[in-house]
Each structure stands twice: as C-alpha cells, then as structure tokens.
C-alpha cells in the first residue's frame, strides 16, 4: 500500500499542512474581493452610499424681472399659495377629498381629472388641486397635514405680464415644461416651477432662471430626516432690461388692433436696438402662465389670424416695391448714373409674356429718382436685366435679406433671396429671366421678415454699418462706443455716395408730390420722414383679367388681396429710426401702411431719446 | 500544583488573538447600538468573559477525560438533535432553526454537535490507526459518524448549519489520512445521487435549494441585504468612514448588522485597512490551531485541532463571502463577532479543547 511508505504522522502532517494552506488561500482571496470593493470600486459605493443617506429639496430661485427702456415692469413675480396633491402618497382618496372640500372648495372637474390621474397613473406627478389659496386656507390645511397625507402647499410665483396683449411677443411667456423640457434641468421637476416658452423668456432662460439652491438632508433606512446637512441658498435669476420703449408698443399695439394680420417695428439705426415690435393679433400671456384653461386654448388655437406668430420676426412676405431700395443699391454701385433713363408704357414683353407696371398708362420717361419714387416698375426691370440676378442678390444680401439677423429671440426666420442655384435645388428647375424680374420689385420667390425690412433702411440710414438688431438693452460699455462716435458695426462696403442718393430717393418718395407716400408725410420737417412703399401681390393676374379689368382690392374676398408694407427712417435730416409696417391684405402700401408708419414715427421722434449720447451722423466712423 | 502548572502552560498568544476579535465584536457591538453599550455590546462583553473562563477551564481539563466522554457528548447531541424534532420542548424559529428549550437554559443542539462531531471522530481515528486494517470499513464507521448528525439538521431545516457539520467531518477525516480515492469517489457518488435526492424532494424543498443555489429569485429580499452589505464595505474606501461613523450601519439601511452582515459594518467605519487587519487576525488564529496540531503527538489531538479549526474556517468563510456577495446567503455568523450566546459558547469552548490538546501535546494516548 501506498501509505505504509510513510508514517501515519508524516500523512497527517502534509494533510494538515494542505488543509491550512487552502484554508489561509481562501482566506486571502477574500482580501482581494475585499480590496476589489473597497479600493478598486469604491467611488462607485461612495456615491451609492451618499445616495441612500441624502434626500435633496431643491430651493426654487425667483424668475428674473423684465424691464422696459424706462425701467417699467413688462413681466413680475406674485407670490401665490398653490394646492397640490401627490397622487403616490394618497392612500384613501375619496375620504382626502372630503376633508379637503370641507377646507377649500374644489371644481367638480378638477375633482373627476384627479381621480382619473390618480387611477392611471403611479408616476410621481404633482397635481394642482386648487390655484392661488387664502392664507385662512392654508393656515387650515397645515393644521391637519397628518390627516391630509399627500396634500402639500407650495408658495408658488406667478409670472405677471402687466402689459397683457401688448407686448405677448417680445417678452413671450412662461409654462410648465413639456414633458421633452422637463428632463433638461432637475428644477423643471418642481411643482409649478415654470420655463419660457417664447420671446426674451426662452431666448434669455438661462439668465432669467438663475440657479436653484438646495437643502440636504440624512436620511435613514425608512425616509425619515435624521439632520439637515447643507442648505445653499438658491441664486436668483437676473433681471432683464429690453430695449423695448412700453409707450410706443403700446400705441403701436393699440392703432394696429384694428387689422386683422400686421406687424410693425421701430428700432435705431445705429445700436439695432428694437423700440417696438408689435405682431397682430395677440394672446394675453397671463393665460399661459396661470396654466391656460382648455376654452382659452382652443379659441387661441382657432384664431384664422396665428396669434401665437411673432409676424415681425416669423412672417415671411413677399417685400414687394419696397426691395427695390436694394436693386437701386445695386445699380448705384454697378456704376448706373442717376441719369439712367427707361420709359415706362406701362408693360414690357419678355419672351411671349407681358410685364406690368402697377400703373397701367406708364411712367413716360424715368431717371433713377424717379423710378424710385414712384415706384416704376418697368425701369427696374430694365436695370434688373442688365444687372443680373446674382448683383441684385449680393446687395440685398448686405442690406440683411437672405438670413438671421440673430436678434435674441426665438423663431426667428432667414427670408429668402431666391439664387439660380437654390431654384434648381429646391424646385428642380433652371432660373429663368423672368424670375429676375420678378425679384427686381420683390415679387415671385423674394421673401422678407418685417424685421429685414426696417434693417434694410437702418443701415441704408446710418451710413452703411451693418447694424444687427436686438430686443436686450446695451450694457453701458456698448454705450460708450457710441458716445465715442464709433460703431460697433462692420461697414457694409457700399460707398456713401450711393448711400447718399439712395437716401435722397426715399426723401422724395415721401415728401416729393409725386412721390408714392407723399399724402403719408410728416409735415414738421425736423421730423420729416423717408422710406418706400410696397404692395406685393399674393395672387397671380391672368392676362384674361387684365382684359377685363382687373377688380379692385376692395373687391376681392380679403385672403386675395395686396398685402401693404412701407419701411422708412426718420428723421430725413439726421436719421436715428427705422420702421417697417405690413398690413397683411390691406391694399396699397401708399395707403394702408403708410400712414401708420408716419405716426409711429413721428410719436417716436417726439417721445424717445436714443440710449446714448450720439455726435452728429457724420462724425460717425468706422 | 498541576493546575497552576498547566495554567502555566496555556497558548497565551492563541488566547489574545481570540481575545483581540472578540474586542473588534464588542466595538462593532457598541457601533450597532448607535454607540450604546446596551444592548448588545455589553452583553457581548459578558460573553467575552465568561468565555475566557471557559477557555481555562476546558484547557485545564485532563485530556484523558475529553476523549473518554468523546462518545458520550456525541450521543448526548445526537439524541438532542433527535428531540428538537420530535420533543414537546422544542422551540422553533427564523424559518428552521431550532432550540430546545430545557427549563432555565435554552440550547441548539447544533451548535453542541459541531463539536461532539469532531470529538467523536479524533477518538475514532485515534484507535483505528489507517496503518492496519481495512479503510473500507474506517471510511464507513466514519461516514456514518458525519451523516447520522447531518441529516438531522438538514431536518430541521438548517441547510447552512447541516453543511458546515458535513465539511467538517470530512475535512477532519481528511486528515486522518484517510485515502484520496474515497474522497475521489465521494465527490462523484453525491454529484451522482443529486438528481436522484431530487426527485425525492418536496416542493417547499426544491424551493428552499433553489434560493440557496440563487439568491435573485429570494422572495425574502436577500438581495437587498447584499446591496446594501456592498454599498457598506465599498463606501468604506481604504480608511473607512471613521469608527462609530459609518452611515449604512447608522442609518439602519444594513440588515443585521448586529448579528450576519457585521463585517459590513466594520469594514464600512474602518475600511479596507481595518478590514483587512480582522481577516488577517483570523488567518493567525487558525495558523496558530494548525500549528498546535502539529505539534501534537496523538491523533486524538491533532484531529481535534484541525477538525475544530475547520469549524472556525468555514463559518468564517461562509459569513465573509456572504457578505461580499461571492457566496449564497446563508445565516451564518461571523465567530466572535457577530451578537448570539450559543455560537460564541461553542467557539469559545472549540478554543478551549484546541488549548487543551496543546497543554496535553505531549501525553501518550492509549487505545481505549
């Protein structure tokens, strides 16, 4: 046998040496997991560990006041008491209703809308039972919390837009996140805790918001608060002053509230700062920020007119006769002199299709000046064919059409400048002569925001800068540059002496007798007023209407007709503004938007000084 | 005076170590109590005492005597294993488990076992030398030594204390030279009769072995004890938490932290350092009862020794690969450490008999 080579002792000693061996093996690999846990993996433990002893109660910070020019309120804060229910922490709903009733009355449909929530869904979701309760109430309710398991009131701020529809698109409005939203910042997570949805309340969120502060505490095994641990207090968000002058937006809104679709703006010429950008119709923002009842929603969401639609930022027209500043522009600089002469008979022929000119007799013979001032379609055809489309587009294009002007609010929209390419691109066909001349009077594929449009006579106005318009306040450092004389704006490299006649033509425009927007003028000269009509056509005239007649606006059903634009700048001597007004199907722009305009301007000019000290234009350099 | 002498004669070094842990048990005691003395730490002190006490006194005992009762003790266990199933007296409880309830004292026979079992078996082996002789015949005598206790626990059920009795029978038969092939063959015939047992088993049974073999699908929620004994030792880092300071056990989010999962707690106050210092503390005291072994002249005493270390190991083993989540969960206590009467009494005892084979290494031992 195999054992009796050894000792009985000899076996038992290498067994027992094996046995030690394995047992202090084990043993030893045991060290390693342990050192697996605790050194190689313990940061993740670490924040496990963290997890499972705090509970954090974010510390909502206050929304950020908006301001106007002046300094008057354009969106506050009310502190509010707000009722919510945490469907989770219910445990016997009916009876938390009766208690809850006997406390505060509740709307029968709130009630039902609850019960449905709380049937089908677990999810942790505050519910606002009640809006806005009395401090008897609340007083009430916290004396009974452990007989109201789940109820919780929440001192909430309300946001408040004082200004209601006058202002709904400049300064936007604030919600409950979406459902996409909410998961963006963990604030967003606390009961009515709201986000800007439009305007300068989602394009300055960030800065309006601030940042939430928070309060720690350990937690045991069962939830219950052992100790607070940290509190930071919450950073409050900033506040926000507009370059918005509440008085003129405000008599804007109001003489426009007559239209059914029309946009205006005023901004200076030199800082791009926006005075007033009014959109009609519009929507009182309170409704939002209350959280809209379904009834409002619908009657806003049924409007034929978009009111929710910033139209100086997000409506796109055709610019009509008013992008004819550009296609002058564009002569000037090719070299046309001033003395270029067309005559007008009313229509040309290109190819086997006729032209028109808006007057059916013609213009007879036309220079330049002319040809701008009354707006003679025939001649601009003329020195389009002789530009080319691509000349006219690199200057409409250094005027602001074609792209964003990156103004600080949301859903803003490029326009467009119609090129050969892009026509190929995107409707699968080669550019044709005839589309330029459509473009030459702003017609056919040419597309410009309103905004576009007073930015084109802002930096016609202010000696070629290329001015950027904004809805926020300059900083004071901004200021300087001004007060300096400098502009903080790149030339646009157009010389000032096409500026200069440019600037000439629109004077005469309105104030020459036969000008286009003569009867619109402004009769103080100090305040005289330069700028251009347009009327662009929203429908096609068939050459066996023309035979017949064509109808007059007025008697077209009210889609079919002209929308009316004028854009100008004031005053002539020394410019400082810029206006652009669309009448959405308003006819002539001599007639419909004009006038407007020239009271826009002239309560600008009388009740609004300029945010900086500024020397004379010319002194102006780059 | 032969007592002062064999007093004299005590593994001193042995005795702090078990002392030392046992100090580590009564820290972590005081911890688990939010710092309170009351009421675990205290008790345990009391223990701690006792203990050593006993330690003497069962060390002093001539050894002749130990392996005199040896057959007597195991009898006595068996026939109170035998009671807690059908006796009146018994006391069930924590799903299984069972004491048996004899007037002032309440004991587990189980725990008694674990010892009378490797007594039992170093006598065996002290007079059956494996020099002659069949091993057919020692290896069945012995077997049945294992599987008489064993399957009685496993009846009661306590399948954690049932295996625990029968890796120690054959680690301590093991070492009594027994040959290599029946271990061989043992480990493939109950690989074989697995199926077989199975198809014997009761419902509740699978299920109970189910559970042992996956803790995920534990019902109980055994997976959140290891979460949380993990979140535990990995938050403790390299130098812990500090000591009374560690949140998982202060909070209460470690599930006995008194009793199963008191490593977790140790380690999440003192770290992998501190951790690390108490395995290695164990890895000393049963390098120390291997050493006695040893040093031993008779088989009785060198069985015992290994037989009664392996005890020790493999509650050691199963509590701390328990509590790191390489093992099942399986109620087992950390000896020493963890908070219970009857498990440190049996250690305690264990200990005293590995002294005492040391302080009687040299006696001759007749056949009896």
Not at chain 1, 408 to 417: H, M, V, W, Y
Not at chain 2, 60 to 86: E, H, N
Request: hydrophobic fraction near 45%; include cysteine; charge should be positive.
């Amino acid at each position: 046998m195999q054992y009796q080579k050894f000792s009985h002792e000899e076996v038992f000693s290498r067994r027992a040496i094996l046995i030690g061996g394995a047992q202090i093996f084990l043993l030893t690999s045991l060290l390693g997991r342990l050192g697996w846990l605790q050194i190689v993996e313990t940061s993740h433990y670490q924040k496990l560990s963290e997890r499972n002893r705090t509970q954090v109660d974010l510390l909502a910070p206050t929304r950020g006041r908006i301001f106007d020019r002046n300094g008057s309120e354009l969106a506050r804060n009310l502190s509010k008491y707000n009722l919510y229910v945490m469907l989770d922490q219910v445990t016997d709903f009916d009876t938390m209703i009766k208690r809850l009733t006997a406390i505060t009355p509740l709307k029968q449909k709130t009630i039902d809308e609850m019960r449905e929530r709380a049937q089908t869904t677990k999810r942790f979701v505050p519910f606002k039972a009640q809006h806005d309760i009395s401090w008897a109430e609340v007083t009430k309710i916290e004396a009974k919390t452990t007989s109201l398991r789940g109820v919780k009131i929440n001192l909430g701020e309300q946001r408040i837009y004082p200004l209601r529809d006058s202002m709904a698109h400049i300064v936007g409005y604030v919600a409950r996140p979406s459902e996409r939203e909410i998961k963006k910042h963990p604030l967003y997570y606390l009961p009515g805790f709201m986000v800007g949805k439009s305007g300068v309340e989602k394009g300055y969120e960030e800065s309006l918001r601030g940042f939430g502060g928070e309060t720690r505490y350990e937690v045991n095994a069962k939830g219950q608060r052992v100790s607070e641990v940290a509190r930071i207090a919450p950073q409050h968000g900033r506040e926000l002053w507009l370059s918005i002058d509440a008085k003129l937006q405000n008599m804007i809104a109001k003489k426009l509230s007559v239209e059914k679709r029309a946009a205006a703006v005023v901004m200076d010429i030199h800082t791009g700062e926006i005075i007033a950008a009014v959109s009609v119709p519009s929507f009182d923002p309170n409704l939002f920020a209350q959280g809209i009842d379904e009834a409002s929603w619908q009657q806003i969401k049924k409007n034929p007119h978009y009111p929710l639609t910033n139209k100086v930022i997000s409506g796109a027209y055709a610019p009509g006769s008013v992008f004819k500043t550009a296609v002058m522009l564009a002569a000037l600089e090719k070299g046309f002199p001033l003395n270029t002469k067309h005559t007008c008979h009313g229509r040309i022929k290109h190819g086997n299709r006729w032209f028109h000119c808006w007057r059916r007799g013609g213009h007879g013979s036309v220079d330049m000046l002319k040809a701008l001032r009354e707006s003679c379609d025939v001649w601009f055809y003329k020195v389009a064919l002789a530009l080319g489309i691509s000349t006219i587009n690199k200057y409409a294009q250094l005027l602001g059409y074609g792209r964003e002007l990156n103004l600080d609010l949301p859903d803003e929209r490029a326009g467009l400048i119609p090129s050969k390419a892009w026509k190929l691109r995107k409707i699968g066909r080669p550019w044709l002569i005839s589309d330029t001349l459509l473009s030459a009077i702003g017609q056919g594929y040419v597309l410009a925001t309103p905004l576009q449009l007073s930015v084109q006579m802002a930096r016609v106005a202010n000696g070629g800068f290329a001015v950027e318009p904004r809805a926020v306040f300059l900083p004071d450092s901004k200021k300087r540059l001004f007060a300096d004389g400098k502009s903080p704006f790149r030339k646009l490299g157009a010389s000032e002496s096409s500026l200069s006649v440019i600037r000439a033509a629109l004077d005469e425009v309105v104030n020459h007798p036969s000008g286009t927007a003569y009867k619109a003028r402004i009769h103080a000269p100090a305040r005289a007023m330069a700028g251009k009509t347009g009327t662009s056509q929203v429908r096609r005239i068939s050459s066996k209407e023309r035979q017949q007649g064509i109808l007059k606006n007025s008697r077209l059903p009210w889609l079919k007709r002209d929308h009316a634009l004028f854009a100008g700048f004031a005053p002539v001597a020394d410019p400082q503004w810029a206006v652009a007004v669309i009448i959405e199907h308003g006819g002539s722009g001599s007639s419909a938007a004009a006038p407007y305009a020239r009271d826009f301007l002239d309560f600008t000019q009388k009740n609004i000084k300029p945010s900086y000290e500024r020397p004379k234009s010319n002194d102006l350099q780059a | 005076m032969k007592i002062l002498h064999k007093v004299q004669q005590l593994h001193f070094p042995l005795m702090a170590t078990v002392i030392a842990i046992a100090a580590i048990g009564i820290a972590m005691l005081y911890s688990a109590a939010s710092n309170e003395w009351q009421p675990w730490a205290a008790a345990h002190s009391t223990r701690l005492l006792v203990g050593i006490m006993l330690i003497v006194v069962v060390a002093t005992i001539d050894i002749r005597i130990w392996f005199k009762a040896s057959y007597f003790l195991y009898l006595v266990a068996l026939l109170m294993l035998l009671a807690t199933l059908y006796a009146p007296n018994a006391v069930s409880a924590k799903g299984g488990t069972r004491w048996l309830d004899l007037g002032p004292l309440v004991i587990q026979p189980s725990e008694f076992m674990k010892i009378a079992l490797v007594l039992a078996i170093a006598r065996f082996a002290n007079n059956n030398s494996l020099m002659h002789g069949y091993q057919i015949i020692y290896a069945i005598v012995a077997v049945t030594f294992i599987a008489l206790p064993t399957m009685l626990v496993l009846k009661q059920p306590d399948l954690g204390t049932g295996l625990i009795l029968l890796m120690t029978g054959i680690t301590a038969l093991f070492a009594s030279g027994l040959r290599w092939i029946f271990f061989v063959l043992g480990g493939i015939a109950s690989i074989a009769t697995v199926p077989i047992l199975w198809n014997f088993m009761k419902p509740y049974q699978k299920d109970r072995v189910i559970t042992f073999l996956n803790p995920n699908v534990d019902p109980l929620g055994s997976s959140y004890h290891i979460v949380q004994s993990k979140i535990a030792l990995g938050s403790g880092g390299l130098f812990g938490k500090g000591l009374f300071q560690g949140t998982q056990g202060h909070l209460n989010f470690l599930p006995e932290k008194h009793t199963d999962f008191i490593f977790a707690m140790f380690a999440e106050e003192v770290g992998f350092f501190g951790g690390s210092l108490l395995i290695c503390l164990y890895i000393v005291m049963l390098s120390l009862c291997m050493g006695i072994a040893l040093a031993t002249k008779h088989s009785f005493g060198r069985i015992l020794c290994v037989g009664l270390g392996a005890t020790l190991f493999f509650y050691i083993f199963t509590n701390l690969g328990m509590v790191m989540n390489l093992l099942p969960v399986v109620g087992v206590p950390l000896p020493l450490v963890s908070y219970g009467g009857s498990a440190m009494m049996t250690v305690m005892l264990s200990i005293g008999l590995i002294i005492n084979v040391y302080v009687h290494r040299n006696e001759w031992l007749n056949k009896m």
